[in-house]
């Protein structure tokens, strides 16, 4: 397994904070490859096909490892369509850059009824970007997340805020989870090729300070 190039897994507090947009403003501001190991639902317009669309075309999109029919939490599509997931299978792909690693859902996610996708991410020896948005209770699931990838002895790379700032919000969550703010991605007036890559060179700057 290729260890030359950093691994980031980037994580969600919740499933609409935003990861897959977060996810290529990382591939641009790194110019990283990207994978995401388990997609749930929606396989016409997917996750992997969402950034392939949306980052530069010398990065690579690399394909999931586990692809399921229904959007619903992956342990319970795999027992509809009839199987177990065995996540022991996934191997992180070889990459010739930095790879973003983009988990489903939130942290605590049943891939089966023994394993979480908080239990996989140990195998793929990579920090995690915790991605928070705000909305009502968003600094518990925050808090809660980053307790989380503790307690999982994984190491929390830092926090990117997706959406409008909200500054004392954002200044209770750094505090208390005591963690590195690595930027934010502002509202994007239209989610395309162009506005991924200028969204990318602002968070560089920022990543480069503590990545």
């Given at each position: 397994m290729n260890t030359n190039f950093k691994r980031y897994i980037v994580s969600g507090i919740d499933t609409g904070a935003g990861k897959t947009v977060v996810s290529a403003v990382l591939c641009e501001a790194l110019q990283a490859n990207y994978w995401k190991?388990?997609?749930?639902?929606?396989?016409?317009?997917?996750?992997?096909?969402?950034?392939?669309?949306?980052?530069?075309?010398?990065?690579?999109?690399?394909?999931?490892?586990?692809?399921?029919?229904?959007?619903?939490?992956?342990?319970l599509s795999a027992e509809k369509e009839g199987f177990v997931i065995d996540p022991s299978t996934w191997e992180v792909p070889e990459s010739d850059r930095p790879l973003i690693i983009e988990g489903a859902g939130g942290l605590l996610?049943?891939?089966?009824?023994?394993?979480?996708?908080i239990d996989v991410f140990k195998q793929f020896q990579a920090p995690v970007?915790?991605?928070?948005?705000?909305?009502?209770?968003?600094?518990?699931?925050?808090?809660?997340?980053?307790?989380?990838?503790?307690?999982a002895g994984l190491e929390l790379a830092g926090i990117i805020f997706n959406?409008?700032?909200?500054?004392?919000?954002?200044?209770?969550?750094?505090?208390?989870?005591?963690?590195?703010?690595?930027g934010r991605v502002e509202v994007l007036e239209e989610v395309n090729k162009s506005a991924i890559k200028s969204a990318g060179k602002n968070l560089s700057a920022t990543l480069a300070l503590s990545l």
């Amino acid at each position: 397994m290729n260890t030359n190039f950093k691994r980031y897994i980037v994580s969600g507090i919740d499933t609409g904070a935003g990861k897959t947009v977060v996810s290529a403003v990382l591939c641009e501001a790194l110019q990283a490859n990207y994978w995401k190991p388990v997609q749930a639902g929606d396989l016409d317009a997917s996750d992997s096909i969402t950034v392939r669309n949306l980052i530069s075309e010398e990065l690579i999109c690399f394909p999931e490892a586990q692809q399921l029919q229904f959007p619903m939490s992956p342990n319970l599509s795999a027992e509809k369509e009839g199987f177990v997931i065995d996540p022991s299978t996934w191997e992180v792909p070889e990459s010739d850059r930095p790879l973003i690693i983009e988990g489903a859902g939130g942290l605590l996610v049943p891939l089966n009824d023994e394993v979480l996708l908080i239990d996989v991410f140990k195998q793929f020896q990579a920090p995690v970007i915790l991605v928070s948005k705000n909305y009502l209770g968003s600094i518990n699931h925050t808090l809660l997340s980053v307790q989380a990838i503790r307690k999982a002895g994984l190491e929390l790379a830092g926090i990117i805020f997706n959406g409008e700032a909200q500054e004392a919000i954002e200044r209770s969550i750094l505090q208390h989870a005591k963690t590195p703010f690595l930027g934010r991605v502002e509202v994007l007036e239209e989610v395309n090729k162009s506005a991924i890559k200028s969204a990318g060179k602002n968070l560089s700057a920022t990543l480069a300070l503590s990545l």
